[in-house]
């Protein structure tokens, strides 16, 4: 089941498994995509973030983009959407 919410990531990124594991306890759905696998994910983590490939970086249903958030931001974030 694909969730409401994307992270792009990469495999060695310790803010990204931090945040993984943090949003798995939540229970909150997600999908992943290793910008070092998939050119079109980092041309977009890029366009957002002012050129950088920073990572975490979530895309949301509604396409707006949160870089590294807490999981409380993306909790909220996700509420805002169901509402």
Known sequence: MSGSVTMYT???CGYCHRLQG???REGIVYDVV???QDR??????????GG???VPT???SDG???TNPSVTQVKEKLA???S
């Open 40 to 49: 079109e994910a980092a041309a977009l983590v890029a366009s957002v973030n």
């Open 52 to 54: 950088n490939q920073t």
């Open 34 to 36: 290793d910008i070092e």
């Open 58 to 60: 979530l895309v949301y």
């Open 10 to 12: 990469t495999p060695w």
């Open 22 to 24: 943090q949003m798995n």
């Open 80 to 82: 805002a959407l169901a």
């Open 64 to 66: 707006t983009a949160q």
